[in-house]
């Protein structure tokens, strides 16, 4: 069993780590392509709605063929759209393979498909897995940028394009032999089961989506617009990553004695304070304590909450029936890019936004802490 949440660590450090790393590569890809913010800002919105889109026909695939499958097809079309990013020529090209690959990608091997996975294989006990799954996405975001920014110099930003695509399908073949396959009935309920009863959590989630992906694809940028390096930049999303990462193990021992509904609550606090600090604290030094503590209150927030939708639900079904909190998820993000984007063509800052960010988090909080009587007791 083990073996599960191993394959999906790895699994997600792709996943992840290709498709965030992706804010590492903006302002040097404006710089060598000669594509602007503004498209690369819409590109990025673009990519995150049409994941939001497909979640729904991702979640009927996890049911019918099973998470491996699934899995696999996502991972080469991730890899496979830093392939073609590295011979575009122009910006309609760049935007067409960041929103059509990428998107697609990711919607095929990131939270839905590793949680059915995982609920598949560990059932009531699947929340600490989910967890120590997770951070794979922490890994990722710490191995890519540095990564890429390692490449930058020697081979290029194309050169950097390619050779982590051409890593990533070689991980993906390996993939391919380590990761059992998932118990698929091909039958059952037409649909998914109702997620009524927890409407609080998936409003809070999409606040929650609508908040991290801002922060976690922008910071670098404005982190240079604050007079850092090319290089620094990549190193604040990593100090997000390894934060976050060391949270996520945290989580997964706590997850033991605490239920994810008070863990969620207290993150989204700390996630307040970081952006609070974002936007009232001057100068660029701060970034780096706002990294720490919106990396430890980002990424480990999806296994909390995932712990709590999945709670519950019949496995036969469980990719159609969570396939709506990934739509939330996803679209509200992309509605966070799109504003974002918008307040900062505006100002010129995306502290606005980040106060915005402050908001939503309290709201969240909130909506945690009242959330509904009907959700299934732990």
Do not use: C
Not at 245 to 268: I, M, N, W
């Amino acid at each position: 069993m083990t073996r599960t949440a191993n394959a999906a660590l790895a699994a997600m450090t792709i996943s992840f780590g290709l498709n965030f790393s992706m804010g590492v590569f903006f302002a040097p890809t404006a710089a060598a392509y000669g594509v602007s913010a503004t498209a690369l800002s819409v590109a990025a919105a673009l990519s995150t709605a049409l994941t939001g889109l497909v979640q729904l026909r991702i979640g009927a695939l996890l049911d019918r063929v099973g998470a491996r499958a699934v899995l696999a097809v996502g991972l080469i079309l991730t890899s496979g759209s830093y392939l073609v990013l590295s011979v575009v020529q122009q910006t309609w090209e760049f935007v067409a393979a960041y929103m059509v690959l990428g998107g697609l990608g990711f919607a095929a091997s990131s939270s839905l498909t590793i949680t059915t996975l995982i609920s598949r294989s560990y059932g009531s006990q699947a929340g600490p897995k989910l967890a120590r799954a997770s951070i794979g996405i922490n890994l990722g975001q710490v191995l890519v940028p540095w990564a890429a920014t390692a490449l930058f110099e020697p081979v290029g930003v194309r050169g950097a394009y390619a050779v982590l695509g051409v890593a990533g399908l070689v991980v993906t073949l390996i993939l391919w032999f380590a990761v059992p396959q998932d118990r698929v009935t091909g039958a059952g309920p037409a649909r998914g089961e109702s997620l009524a009863g927890r409407m609080r959590v998936l409003v809070s989630f999409g606040l929650h989506a609508a908040t991290m992906y801002v922060v976690v694809l922008m910071l670098p940028r404005h982190a240079l617009e604050t007079g850092w390096s090319v290089v620094g930049a990549g190193r604040l999303v990593a100090v997000v990553a390894i934060s976050a990462g060391l949270t996520s193990a945290l989580v997964a021992r706590l997850l033991r004695t605490h239920k994810p509904e008070r863990l969620l609550f207290v993150l989204y606090g700390l996630r307040a304070l970081a952006l609070v600090l974002a936007v009232a604290v001057p100068g660029p030094e701060v970034l780096w304590v706002v990294a720490v503590l919106f990396g430890a209150a980002s990424f480990p927030m999806i296994p909390l909450t995932m712990a709590v939708m999945s709670r519950g639900l019949d496995p036969a079904r469980i990719g159609r029936t969570l396939a709506p909190a990934w739509v939330t998820h996803q679209l509200a993000a992309a509605v966070g890019l799109g504003v974002a984007a918008a307040l900062h063509a505006l100002t010129d800052s995306y502290r606005g936004y980040f106060a915005l960010g402050v908001a939503f988090s309290v709201a969240a909080a909130v909506l945690i802490f009242r959330k509904e009587k009907t959700l299934v007791p732990a």
